[in-house]
């Protein structure tokens, strides 16, 4: 987008592609919301918050937290850990290009397997990686973004609660579309799209219902909070929005929520028409992806014909315990939630027993 365009094609056609890209995305969150309080319990055991499945518990009872969720996770981790992947490249004799012998083939293999370490350091991707497999032991599921941008490599962990692959998700390969709704400040948006890029946006205030480790005080329903209105989702929750365009308050009330949609599509039909997909088109004629980023109501990015064919978007998810039949999985605390609960009750019974007796 050229710095003083305000729009890719014109308003009403650029405003018909974020309508059909919310659509996807309204879809996506409302079939996650069961599984977005779980995600919440989860973060709720790792912290110690047990006793939040006791709400009516008298003030006078003991609240002993024996923290195994935490304790199994953390165990866990440095076993996984210890064992990163390593890039490796090795020649194959029976796939030798016409004309090349092995000692040139296996010196290209070394010259690849030099220039992925090298990217591999550069990026910090066993940091990454560590994150993103401590994001599945938790949730169930870490998802990571690799792509090339401007002949550059980008690699960014996803925060589980900005991850929204299409309903009925059963891996990135065969997923309808993948989005990423994630809070960021205006100013980053001005940094990376240009300045013009940021007219006419106004913040939406908290966003962090799209975070992990936020746990909602006073309002443990996980309510979708209305500061995303733009994207029409359950219209619940308080009005928070904080309506200056600097964006840039240090409590977070300064932030544009940032989507960021991958979509399978036909080249043959309409930028992302799903009235044009058929059964057929979706088994077979499905050739590449559209990319299309937008904040509020302004497209920032769009490409109508990406480099990414189908089976190969740019994204990967680590599943902890995943289903013969989704992609969804399911994280450390969900198996031992009851037993830890239940030592918890006993211990917390056992202190109050003994303060009773004297």
Same mark, same amino acid.
């Given at each position: ?9 014109d308003e009403n056609t650029d405003l018909d592609l974020i ?84 000692? %040139? ?7 690849? @397997?030099?220039?992925?370490? #090298?990217? &591999?350091?550069? /990026?910090? =991707? ?48 065969s997923a309808q579309w993948i989005c990423t709704a994630t ?62 365009? %600097? ?7 300064? @932030?544009?929520?940032?989507? #960021?949609? &991958?979509?399978? /599509?036909? =080249? ?91």
């Amino acid at each position: 987008m050229g710095d003083s365009a305000p729009f890719i094609f014109d308003e009403n056609t650029d405003l018909d592609l974020i309508n059909q890209g919310r659509r996807r995305f309204v879809l996506s969150l409302r079939d996650q919301q069961a599984r977005r309080k779980r995600w919440r319990r989860n973060e709720e055991l790792m912290s110690g918050d047990h006793f939040a499945a006791f709400p009516n518990l008298p003030d006078d009872k003991s609240r002993i937290v024996f923290n195994a969720c935490h304790e199994v996770v953390e165990t866990i981790m440095p076993i996984l850990t210890n064992l990163l992947p390593i890039p490796e490249v090795k020649p194959r004799p029976n796939q030798m290009i016409q004309g090349m012998n092995l000692r %040139e083939l296996m010196a290209q293999a070394e010259s690849l @397997e030099a220039g992925i370490e #090298d990217q &591999w350091e550069q /990026h910090n =991707l066993d940091t990454l990686w560590s994150s993103a497999l401590k994001s599945s032991l938790i949730y169930g599921n870490g998802p990571m973004r690799v792509l090339t941008y401007q002949k550059e490599l980008f690699v960014d962990l996803i925060d589980i609660f900005s991850w929204f692959p299409s309903p009925n998700y059963r891996g990135v390969q065969s997923a309808q579309w993948i989005c990423t709704a994630t809070p960021v400040y205006l100013s980053d948006i001005a940094a990376t799209y240009g300045s013009d890029a940021i007219k006419g946006l106004k913040v939406e205030g908290k966003l962090d219902h799209y975070r992990t480790y936020h746990l909602f005080k006073g309002d443990q329903t996980e309510r979708t909070p209305h500061s995303i209105s733009h994207s029409r989702p359950e219209q619940s929750g308080t009005d928070d929005f904080v309506l200056s365009e %600097e964006g840039r308050d240090g409590d977070r009330l300064g @932030e544009i929520l940032l989507i #960021d949609l &991958w979509c399978r /599509h036909r =080249l043959s039909v309409n930028p992302m028409d799903p009235t044009q997909f058929t059964e057929v088109d979706m088994a077979k004629n499905l050739d590449s992806y559209q990319h299309l980023t937008w904040a509020g109501n302004k497209i920032l990015a769009f490409e109508e014909e990406s480099k990414y064919e189908i089976g190969s978007p740019p994204f990967l998810d680590i599943v902890n315990y995943p289903p013969p039949n989704s992609a969804w999985g399911q994280g450390e605390p969900d198996q031992i939630e009851s037993m830890n609960l239940g030592i918890d009750v006993v211990i917390s019974e056992a202190v109050d027993a003994a303060v009773m007796a004297g």
